[in-house]
């Protein structure tokens, strides 16, 4: 196998003469770029490329991951080499392709391989190879719990009541020591006193059931014609396919279907979702009408999590849901990919190994040869621009389902809507609707975006906004540096005390969802209204109970961020109300206006999927914003036009690629130093070829957690150039930048 990343001066891979040996190479999972040789001691078995082992690395010879690359080096340097300590699979837990894949994503994304391999597979996997696990049952009623208990232990019990109440009793030990803090010995002691019971269980597959529900129905036409024109591309063979279809127009329907053509012949499907998803009725769906399903989602213990890797490795498990790292899941008879709501940001992992779970899911269909279908009710601009390039296929899905009209969206001017004086951000058009709702007792869903870390600065009393001198642009307050800031030409400027114009009480507008909490309480006192954001939703429980109680009526108002968007489908809500389209179009990122977009769509998407009809009021100080204006008139393509040429003109993605890096020190002058010393080492390689350089400058937010960021921000006129120029260069561009450095290809966020 070729060695990625050649790094001649590190002192494992320092010439020396000697005797050859054989040796193995090794991709260790640290940030080196280079693989290594180790010895492969004989009572360790026979060497495979794929196997996972333990290595000692580094002066300390710390243990660490590898993956076996190469199991047939041969060294002259046998006296000097270590040697594998321990292998971590009998059997190899990549396969070619899979390496193949990894390869790939080491390149692309410019991460070190041994860090990707490690990556690809849960680290439960190989440790637990037991196949039972501890549970606990509740065993004390609630009344005769002892009145003295400590914290953790209440919660314990609570966490256990709480459980039985929904009918998901018992839970795994794991699990409860994950939501109650309690330690294994804290429980331990609640089993001796006999408040509850722990008992052992062979760890299964919940979902994996095998006699799938019949169709409740027959296809329409849009949905038969994107059936009949996928056939042919899923009896095999690289395909990508766009299945454009506006929300509650039977995507999932269709998605049900191609799978099961996939898995009627035997072989395996992957359907990525947004995390969210995971937890609402299309999942219950999902498992209801397919084979054998695993489901890779957050809340699996450690042992469920090996046992469905093993089970999809098997070949048991007949289709794999999950998030985007379940892009990577060993199906050795893989037959179709299908990633949900394509356009989500949050298949861009933000962490090393930084990769785009879309992207490598088309990859990977095309190193397998079978057919990759991205969903979306608005495809993000770079499946699109494939789409048009004719990379991709696209299908459409232009109507909802029974002939369910889109529901109607209402843009408000908040501005016109405030009155004088008063702290609000529910306008009287949205208050009026939600009485309204509530006395017909319909159910309402609030999205406030909190995407804004930022927010505008704003006088209730006279209107007054702050702009700034020099682009009469909306300034937007900084929680980071505490300033107030220019989105277009970066002035800042302090945070006023009070208002310039009439001396009033300034409002921070868009920042946070319990201002809002408590408005609702005044306006609508006898409304019942859950929060769903990620503070308030720390465990997929959490999110259940919520859930389960918003579908049960038990909850008038449910009050969110974007996670409230996402694939939802409440019969009963017949209003949806974006208190502020506005954050998103203020965050200095070039996707914003498509994020707006999307997010609206998306919402309204929410509102009318039976027979209530749905109505969506969307408010905002900036009415005029196109992106506002089209998504209210659900009108994809002509936002599409009008976003591409900008992008085009401002050779913005799709139509150029990004890299951007970020070098972090936590002294402000050698994180500019080594961002000033890597700039022009980047600058020499690439001018010649023509990829263009913004930077170094300090990041968009410049500090975080006392580390200063600052950015370099690469162009490129095609995906790979900047990969090609640099890709087998980074340890010679790394060496002596004495500060953190963060490569992000494609990237997604951009603060
Ligand atoms: P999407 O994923 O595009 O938002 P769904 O697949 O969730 O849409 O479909 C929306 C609703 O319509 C679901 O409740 C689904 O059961 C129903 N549905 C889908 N296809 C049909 C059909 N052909 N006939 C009747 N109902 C359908
Ligand atoms: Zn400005
Ligand atoms: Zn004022």
Same mark, same amino acid.
């Given at each position: 196998?070729?060695?990625?990343?050649?790094?001649?001066?590190?002192?494992?891979?320092?010439?020396?003469?000697?005797?050859?040996?054989?040796?193995?190479?090794?991709?260790?999972?640290?940030?080196?770029?280079?693989?290594?040789?180790?010895?492969?001691?004989?009572?360790?078995?026979?060497?495979?490329?794929?196997?996972?082992?333990?290595?000692?690395?580094?002066?300390?010879?710390r243990k660490?991951l590898?993956?076996?690359?190469?199991?047939?080096?041969?060294?002259?340097?046998?006296?000097?080499?270590?040697?594998?300590?321990?292998?971590?699979?009998?059997?190899?837990?990549?396969?070619?392709?899979?390496?193949?894949?990894?390869?790939?994503?080491?390149?692309?994304?410019?991460?070190?391989?041994?860090?990707?391999?490690s990556a690809?597979v849960p680290s439960a996997v190989g440790r637990h190879a037991e196949k039972s696990e501890t549970v606990a049952f509740l065993a004390a009623e609630r009344h005769d719990w002892p009145s003295r208990l400590g914290g953790r232990q209440k919660r314990v019990l609570d966490e256990l009541l709480e459980a039985r109440k929904q009918g998901i009793e018992p839970l795994t030990l794991e699990g409860l020591m994950h939501h109650s803090g309690a330690s294994r010995d804290t429980i331990k002691r609640l089993a001796g006193r006999e408040l509850i019971r722990l008992a052992s269980r062979p760890v299964t597959l919940e979902s994996?059931?095998?006699?799938?529900?019949?169709?409740?129905?027959?296809?329409?036409?849009?949905?038969?014609?994107?059936?009949?024109?996928?056939?042919?591309?899923?009896?095999?063979?690289?395909?990508?396919?766009?299945?454009?279809?506006?929300?509650?127009?039977?995507?999932?329907?269709?998605?049900?279907?191609?799978?099961?053509?996939?898995?009627?012949?035997?072989?395996?499907?992957?359907?990525?979702?947004p995390e969210i998803a995971l937890a609402t009725q299309?999942l219950q769906?999902?498992l209801?009408?397919?084979?054998?399903?695993a489901v890779m989602h957050s809340g699996l213990t450690d042992a469920q999590r090996a046992f469905y890797w093993q089970?999809?490795?098997?070949?048991?498990?007949?289709?794999?849901?999950g998030p985007?790292s379940?892009?990577?899941?060993?199906?050795?008879?893989?037959?179709?990919?299908?990633?949900?709501?394509?356009?989500?940001?949050t298949?861009?992992?933000d962490t090393?190994?930084?990769?785009?779970?879309?992207?490598?899911?088309?990859?990977?269909?095309?190193?397998?040869?079978?057919?990759?279908?991205?969903?979306?009710?608005?495809?993000?601009?770079?499946?699109?621009?494939?789409?048009?390039?004719?990379?991709?296929?696209?299908?459409?899905?232009?109507?909802?389902?029974?002939?369910?009209?889109?529901?109607?969206?209402?843009?408000?001017?908040?501005?016109?809507?405030?009155?004088?004086?008063?702290?609000?951000?529910?306008?009287?058009?949205?208050?009026?609707?939600?009485?309204?709702?509530?006395?017909?007792?319909?159910?309402?869903?609030l999205?406030m975006?909190r995407?804004?870390y930022?927010?505008?600065?704003?006088?209730?009393?006279?209107?007054?906004?702050?702009?700034?001198?020099?682009?009469?642009?909306?300034?937007?307050?900084?929680q980071?540096?505490?300033?107030?800031?220019?989105?277009?030409?970066?002035?800042?400027?302090?945070?006023?005390?009070?208002?310039?114009?009439?001396?009033?009480?300034?409002?921070?507008?868009?920042l946070g969802i319990q201002r809002i909490e408590g408005e609702l309480a005044r306006?609508?006192p006898a409304a019942r209204v859950a929060r769903m954001d990620s503070d308030t939703m720390t465990s997929p429980r959490q999110f259940r109970k919520v859930f389960d109680d918003f579908s049960a009526g038990e909850l008038d108002i449910l009050l969110g961020t974007q996670m409230v968007?996402k694939?939802l489908?409440?019969?009963?809500?017949?209003?949806?109300?974006?208190?502020?389209?506005?954050?998103?179009?203020?965050?200095?990122?070039?996707?914003?206006?498509?994020?707006?977009?999307?997010?609206?769509?998306?919402?309204?998407?929410?509102? @009318? #999927?039976?027979?209530?009809?749905?109505?969506? %009021?969307?408010?905002?100080?900036? &009415? =005029?914003?196109?992106? +506002?204006? $089209?998504?209210?008139?659900?009108?994809?393509?002509?936002?599409?036009?009008?976003?591409?040429?900008?992008?085009?003109?401002?050779?913005?993605?799709?139509?150029?690629?990004?890299?951007?890096?970020?070098?972090?020190?936590?002294?402000?002058?050698?994180?500019?130093?080594?961002?000033?010393?890597?700039?022009?080492?980047?600058?020499?390689?690439?001018?010649?070829?023509?990829?263009?350089?913004?930077?170094?400058?300090?990041?968009?937010?410049?500090?975080i957690r006392d580390q200063?960021?600052?950015?370099?921000?690469?162009?490129?006129?095609?995906?790979?150039?900047?990969?090609?120029?640099?890709? @087998? #260069?980074?340890?010679?561009?790394?060496?002596? %930048?004495?500060?953190?450095?963060? &490569? =992000?290809?494609?990237? +997604?966020? $951009?603060?």
């Amino acid at each position: 196998m070729a060695r990625l990343f050649e790094d001649a001066d590190t002192a494992e891979a320092a010439p020396a003469d000697g005797p050859a040996v054989a040796a193995v190479g090794i991709a260790v999972a640290a940030g080196v770029w280079s693989t290594y040789d180790y010895l492969y001691p004989s009572e360790l078995g026979t060497p495979a490329v794929g196997q996972r082992v333990r290595v000692p690395f580094g002066r300390g010879s710390r243990k660490l991951l590898g993956v076996v690359v190469d199991a047939q080096r041969l060294s002259t340097r046998g006296d000097k080499l270590k040697a594998v300590v321990e292998v971590l699979d009998a059997r190899p837990m990549f396969d070619q392709s899979m390496l193949a894949l990894g390869e790939w994503i080491s390149e692309y994304y410019l991460t070190p391989l041994g860090m990707v391999l490690s990556a690809m597979v849960p680290s439960a996997v190989g440790r637990h190879a037991e196949k039972s696990e501890t549970v606990a049952f509740l065993a004390a009623e609630r009344h005769d719990w002892p009145s003295r208990l400590g914290g953790r232990q209440k919660r314990v019990l609570d966490e256990l009541l709480e459980a039985r109440k929904q009918g998901i009793e018992p839970l795994t030990l794991e699990g409860l020591m994950h939501h109650s803090g309690a330690s294994r010995d804290t429980i331990k002691r609640l089993a001796g006193r006999e408040l509850i019971r722990l008992a052992s269980r062979p760890v299964t597959l919940e979902s994996l059931g095998d006699e799938p529900e019949p169709d409740p129905f027959d296809l329409n036409a849009d949905q038969q014609a994107v059936m009949d024109a996928l056939a042919p591309k899923l009896a095999g063979g690289f395909s990508a396919t766009v299945l454009h279809g506006v929300t509650g127009s039977g995507k999932t329907e269709v998605y049900i279907r191609a799978i099961r053509r996939v898995t009627q012949v035997g072989k395996q499907a992957v359907l990525l979702v947004p995390e969210i998803a995971l937890a609402t009725q299309t999942l219950q769906r999902l498992l209801k009408r397919l084979p054998r399903v695993a489901v890779m989602h957050s809340g699996l213990t450690d042992a469920q999590r090996a046992f469905y890797w093993q089970q999809i490795r098997d070949g048991e498990a007949s289709v794999v849901v999950g998030p985007r790292s379940a892009v990577f899941a060993p199906t050795p008879k893989l037959g179709l990919i299908i990633v949900d709501e394509e356009n989500e940001p949050t298949y861009k992992q933000d962490t090393a190994p930084r990769y785009h779970g879309r992207d490598v899911a088309v990859k990977r269909a095309s190193l397998a040869g079978v057919p990759v279908i991205l969903g979306s009710a608005t495809p993000s601009l770079e499946s699109l621009h494939n789409v048009q390039l004719g990379r991709y296929d696209c299908l459409r899905l232009p109507r909802r389902v029974q002939g369910l009209p889109l529901p109607t969206l209402e843009i408000v001017h908040l501005r016109r809507e405030i009155q004088p004086g008063r702290v609000e951000l529910i306008g009287k058009t949205l208050a009026h609707k939600m009485a309204a709702a509530l006395d017909r007792r319909e159910q309402i869903i609030l999205l406030m975006n909190r995407r804004g870390y930022a927010s505008y600065v704003f006088c209730p009393s006279c209107k007054w906004e702050m702009k700034c001198e020099s682009c009469s642009r909306a300034m937007v307050f900084h929680q980071a540096t505490q300033l107030v800031m220019c989105h277009y030409c970066n002035r800042t400027a302090a945070l006023p005390e009070h208002c310039i114009a009439c001396g009033g009480k300034l409002l921070l507008f868009g920042l946070g969802i319990q201002r809002i909490e408590g408005e609702l309480a005044r306006k609508f006192p006898a409304a019942r209204v859950a929060r769903m954001d990620s503070d308030t939703m720390t465990s997929p429980r959490q999110f259940r109970k919520v859930f389960d109680d918003f579908s049960a009526g038990e909850l008038d108002i449910l009050l969110g961020t974007q996670m409230v968007g996402k694939g939802l489908d409440f019969p009963r809500v017949s209003l949806v109300g974006v208190v502020s389209a506005d954050t998103s179009l203020t965050i200095p990122d070039f996707r914003a206006s498509e994020r707006t977009f999307q997010l609206i769509v998306q919402v309204a998407g929410r509102a @009318g #999927r039976a027979d209530t009809r749905g109505d969506v %009021v969307v408010q905002t100080l900036h &009415a =005029d914003e196109p992106a +506002v204006q $089209l998504a209210a008139r659900h009108d994809y393509d002509g936002f599409a036009e009008i976003e591409m040429s900008q992008r085009q003109e401002a050779l913005l993605p799709p139509f150029t690629r990004m890299v951007r890096f970020i070098v972090r020190h936590n002294q402000q002058l050698k994180a500019e130093a080594a961002a000033r010393e890597l700039a022009g080492r980047l600058g020499r390689l690439l001018a010649p070829v023509g990829v263009a350089m913004m930077g170094p400058a300090p990041a968009d937010i410049p500090k975080i957690r006392d580390q200063f960021r600052f950015s370099i921000l690469l162009t490129a006129q095609r995906a790979g150039a900047v990969q090609q120029v640099v890709g @087998g #260069r980074m340890a010679a561009l790394l060496r002596d %930048v004495h500060a953190e450095v963060i &490569a =992000d290809v494609d990237p +997604v966020n $951009l603060l």
